[in-house]
């Protein structure tokens, strides 16, 4: 436990410094030069946090690691709980069916997808490729420590799941807001994607909640574009309950065939999507003044630097050294799926609705 007695003070040392070092993000973030680059707090955030990972972690004491680790997860939640203050109904309303078409597609097309290239064409046990197909299609680490206990696998299998995550995720933060700026935003025709489509696109695409906060927050958290991202990452995120519980029936269903006894199915519920919503439907209501839902919205920034610069922290390279050359084709494959089929599915599915 983080804040057990003996662990305390260095959790509570991890996360001051998290603290500090998200404050100094948002000062860079401020300079002209970088808000001329478009680059948000959590982008910064993230990057010198992946440079203290790979350079000055050793030089800093162990015990803090529980600290950063409690901001990557802990806060992060936290933060996407409060994200719903810059969110109404009717936001939800406008993303609508377009959004949850984007994200059932996208959940059902990369988890077969990713199953079928692990175990069928890199040579991967179910195990791992289903983990690694859960991570990229629903909600990154959270959805393979959920998928874990219906699977019944093994540590090590979800922690090759989880890197595959990062890596890709890390890509993402950077590789789409360059896609978006130098190609989507000016392109004509087909190319072309609005800042509301970018949003669905991000969201419907992107591994990680935080992944995608950064992704689509190229000119800040509360725009539309990012809005719409976090709306549809948080459909996917919803539709995590019932896949598990699909996953369950089908592997249970498959151990009968095969004379083993019946798994049981755990229901795994991210209460941080459903606060989510009840935090959005509050506001909807607009019962609190202008001004504190707009304090509300600058601490949630804060948090969201903090998480997305204790993510940047947790990201060493050494550990993705050693996992072989499968998991990452499978992820790898799911990856150009993702961004490329995920285009065609958001132009697709825009263009009906």
């Given at each position: ?69 409690f901001s990557a997860k802990k806060i992060l939640r936290f933060a996407i709980v409060f994200y719903g203050f810059r969110i109404t109904f009717q ?98 025709g087909f190319l072309h994607l609005s800042p509301s489509q970018y949003g669905i696109y991000v969201g419907g695409t992107v591994h990680e909640v ?144």
């Amino acid at each position: 436990m983080p804040f057990s007695p003996e662990k305390r003070k260095g959790t509570l040392s991890g996360i001051i410094f998290v603290a500090l070092v998200a404050a100094s993000a948002t000062w860079i973030a401020g300079l002209a030069p970088v808000k001329a680059l478009g680059l948000s707090p959590l982008v910064v955030g993230i990057v010198i946090g992946i440079f203290y990972a790979n350079t000055l972690h050793n030089r800093f004491p162990p015990a803090w690691e529980s600290g950063i680790t409690f901001s990557a997860k802990k806060i992060l939640r936290f933060a996407i709980v409060f994200y719903g203050f810059r969110i109404t109904f009717q936001q939800i309303t406008d993303v609508g069916v377009e959004g949850f078409l984007v994200s059932l597609i996208m959940l059902t097309s990369t988890f077969i997808l990713g199953s079928w290239l692990g175990m069928k064409r890199f040579g991967l046990d179910r195990d791992t490729s289903m983990l690694t197909a859960s991570g990229a299609s629903v909600c990154g680490a959270a959805a393979v420590l959920a998928t874990e206990p219906v699977l019944k696998a093994e540590e090590y299998k979800a922690a090759i799941a989880v890197s595959m995550v990062v890596l890709f995720g890390t890509i993402s933060m950077f590789l789409y807001p360059l896609f978006y700026t130098a190609l989507f935003q000016h392109a004509q025709g087909f190319l072309h994607l609005s800042p509301s489509q970018y949003g669905i696109y991000v969201g419907g695409t992107v591994h990680e909640v935080a992944q995608v906060v950064a992704a689509a927050g190229i000119n800040g958290p509360g725009t539309e574009m990012a809005n719409n991202a976090v709306i549809v990452k948080m459909t996917r995120v919803l539709l995590i309950a019932p896949m598990l519980i699909l996953l369950g029936l089908y592997l249970s269903r498959k151990s009968a065939k095969s004379g083993e006894k019946g798994a049981v199915v755990k229901l795994v519920i991210p209460w941080f999507a459903v606060y989510f919503l009840g935090m959005a439907a509050f506001n909807s209501l607009q019962l609190l003044p202008v001004a504190i839902v707009g304090w509300i919205n600058s601490v949630d920034t804060f948090l969201l630097t903090m998480a997305m610069t204790a993510l940047g922290m947790g990201t060493r390279f050494a550990k993705f050294k050693g996992l072989g050359l499968a998991p990452l084709y499978t992820a790898l494959g799911m990856y150009v799926w993702l961004v490329i089929g995920g285009f065609v599915v958001v132009k697709a599915v825009t263009a009906i609705f």
